[in-house]
């Protein structure tokens, strides 16, 4: 069994920034990626960011690039979303995805139970 616990949500103002990590434990042989995903109301979950563990390889959507950052502790099986410089449409609820190893099953995808992120003044 495998659990994703986040944490780092809320709100803050524009211009203002928030830590998010997600930490995944359970019976894992390996992890592939960690990365976020973002749902808005009324719109589809879209990637924000990830990272491959073993390369340290990482994407970022064109919307966050510049702003926020994705770094991972593989000794923890944690990953973390610095978030800077946060706007309005950066409000949304933020979902940890990891793809792990369960044992010698497939790699499979895990999401995280979201964490409300809120940019208001």
């Known amino acids: 069994q495998v659990h994703l616990v986040e944490s780092g949500g809320g709100l803050v103002q524009p211009g203002g920034s928030l830590r998010l990590s997600c930490a995944a434990s359970?019976?894992?042989?390996?992890?592939?990626?960690m990365g976020w995903y973002r749902q808005a109301s009324g719109k589809q979950r879209e990637l924000v960011a990830k990272?491959?563990?073993?390369?340290?390889?990482?994407t970022y959507a064109d919307s966050v690039k510049g702003r926020f950052t994705i770094t991972r502790d593989n000794t923890k099986n944690t990953v973390y979303l610095e978030m800077n410089s946060l706007k309005p449409e950066d409000t949304a609820v933020y979902f940890c995805?990891?793809?792990?190893?369960?044992?010698?099953?497939?790699?499979?995808?895990?999401w995280g139970q979201g964490t409300q992120v809120t940019v208001s003044s």
């Open positions: 995805n990891v793809n792990l190893q369960v044992g010698i099953r497939p790699y499979s995808a895990y």
């Open positions: 359970g019976s894992i042989s390996s992890i592939y990626s």
């Open positions: 990272i491959i563990n073993s390369l340290g390889t990482t």
